[in-house]
């Protein structure tokens, strides 16, 4: 992938005006920044204002540069600071140190998901790590927006009630079922 143009950055002062006024009532918000510096932690904390944040690891390990994208773990780690819920695909949490327990509880937030694709995906919280099995979709389909699709059917699931690994199982499941065409 190529980045031709680097977009704005997200400011405080847009968290605090019109994007807090759009969110009104919203318990829970996904943040799936495109590249690192597009949200910093002054912008994420008034973003975390009364609600919980989902964030999308790929914005952590992509170099904010024009250019081939680069992926590197050069993130600023209060960043995380504010984050609720951090969501990473295995090559993300691979990156970042890995996918062992250990390795992901240094990240520091209080919940954190690693998509397998198909293998389903890795809960970590307060109760430890666990597995959740995935489901192989059959016919060959492109994958693009899973991830995204995994992270808003998560946080549908814990906006509804669901713990952590209930929400995990619920988004491995939307998700096989829109690759698979079940769902559109």
Not at 50 to 70: A, F, I, N, Y
Not at 75 to 95: C, G, N, Q
């Amino acid at each position: 992938m190529t980045i031709e143009e680097l977009g704005p950055e997200w400011s405080p002062e847009e968290m605090r005006g019109w994007v807090t006024r759009r969110l009104d009532g919203s318990a829970w918000v996904q943040v799936a920044a495109l590249r690192r510096e597009e949200f910093r932690p002054a912008a994420l904390a008034e973003l975390a204002r009364g609600r919980k944040l989902m964030l999308d690891g790929r914005g952590l390990v992509r170099s904010p540069s024009p250019g081939q994208l680069v992926t590197d773990a050069e993130y600023d780690p209060s960043v995380l600071e504010h984050v609720a819920v951090l969501k990473l695909s295995e090559f993300e949490a691979e990156l970042l140190g890995g996918t062992e327990e250990e390795s992901l509880r240094r990240l520091g937030v209080p919940e954190l998901v690693v998509t397998l694709g198909s293998r389903g995906a890795l809960v970590l919280d307060r109760l430890g790590l666990t597995r959740v099995p995935g489901r192989l979709v059959e016919r060959a389909v492109d994958p693009t927006g899973a991830g995204d699709a995994f992270g808003a059917a998560y946080l549908v699931a814990r906006a509804d009630g669901n713990g952590p690994v209930g929400a995990a199982r619920r988004a491995c499941g939307i998700v096989a079922d829109l690759l698979s065409g079940r769902l559109r």
